[in-house]
């Protein structure tokens, strides 16, 4: 995505709003795609029992894919650059339907029920987030920063439970978790907008805008998701 050269000369306050509404509605909107393939990936692979000994039972195959994923997400922005817009809409819909794959091991772990209402509360909490970061004025950067730290913290606190397995860094990584892309949700959401090339709607270029800032709302949302799940699910 461009970095903030984003000229906005020549242009009325209000037709850069306009323009930045239908640009965020095409975000969102490849952003609830990527989720639906998603979850309609996960509930196919978790009501075949084929599907899950193949994936989810099968070590190699299942830690493949999680690396693969993270490869796609840290090569999407500068791969999708030299693609088309259609080439990079596959590839995001490629890494969802591959997130899905890994994700329907929560249906062996969770209930449906549980699952779905974890779901509902993200949905709602992350659109309020996100409406806040897109109509305030106030400048999230610091916000953003202190949570992409925390991010780090999280993450290393994560791998050293992986060996400790200690109920309380489990909790605290949970509630920091939870905070910390409750916090991304609107940061993102405002550098996403501000990013957006005023006079370019309806090109190639504005389409990968989009499909990238779409990619980061979606991890937003999955990570809040799964973090909301270990507080909400209920175990089978």
Not at 135 to 144: F, Q
Not at 155 to 180: D, K, Q, R
Not at 193 to 202: P, S, T
Not at 229 to 236: A, C, H, P, S
């Amino acid at each position: 995505m461009h970095q903030p050269a984003v000229q906005q000369q020549g242009f009325s306050e209000a037709q850069v709003a306009a323009e930045n509404a239908a640009f965020m509605r095409k975000v969102y909107a490849f952003m609830a795609a990527g989720l639906g393939v998603t979850a309609l990936t996960a509930v196919l692979v978790a009501s075949s029992e084929a599907a899950i000994r193949l994936i989810v039972l099968n070590r190699g195959v299942f830690y493949g894919l999680l690396i693969g994923e993270l490869v796609m997400v840290w090569t999407f922005a500068s791969v999708a650059q030299r693609m088309s817009a259609v080439g990079a809409a596959a590839l995001f819909f490629i890494y969802a339907m591959m997130n899905g794959l890994t994700l329907s091991v929560i249906f062996l772990v969770y209930t449906k029920a549980s699952i779905s209402l974890t779901f509902f509360v993200t949905a709602g909490t992350f659109g309020g987030m996100s409406v806040y970061g897109f109509l305030t004025k106030r400048d999230l950067t610091s916000v953003g920063n202190f949570m992409m730290m925390g991010l780090f913290g999280l993450i290393l606190a994560s791998i050293v439970n992986l060996f400790l397995g200690s109920p309380m860094i489990y909790w605290a990584t949970t509630y920091f978790g939870i905070l910390i892309f409750v916090g991304l949700t609107a940061y993102d959401t405002q550098k996403i907008k501000q990013l957006n090339v005023i006079g370019n709607a309806g090109s190639d270029e504005d389409h990968k805008e989009a499909i990238h800032g779409a990619l980061v709302l979606y991890l937003d949302f999955i990570n809040l998701f799964l973090y909301m799940l270990r507080l909400l699910g209920r175990r089978r």
